[in-house]
């Protein structure tokens, strides 16, 4: 799991923080996310995003699940937290 990997995973997480109804991230929503950090952060490179590709190797990893919208599993909070204590 690289950068790329972990920013997905932290979209859906943060989305899920600001929702009061806990509602999960649609695909567009988070695609959109995705592009605009991947944009303004310059160590991220536009090329090696291929934010489909990654969404579909996550889920089919078992780090997230898609029920009406993209959610974290518990593989995929704890992924999520071992990558943020080695960043």
Do not use: C, P
């Not at 695909?27 to 959109?32: H, I, K, V, Y």
């Not at 310059?42 to 780090?63: C, M």
């Amino acid at each position: 799991m690289d950068k790329y990997d972990s920013l997905i995973l932290e979209i859906i997480q943060e989305h899920k923080r600001q929702t009061t109804d806990k509602s999960k991230i649609r695909l567009r929503s988070l695609e959109t996310k995705f592009w605009k950090e991947v944009e303004s952060h310059s160590e991220l490179s536009l090329g090696q995003g291929r934010v489909g590709e990654r969404i579909t190797n996550l889920y089919l990893k078992g780090l997230i699940e898609n029920k009406g919208g993209y959610g974290l599993t518990r593989k995929g909070r704890t992924q999520l937290e071992t990558a943020n204590s080695h960043a």
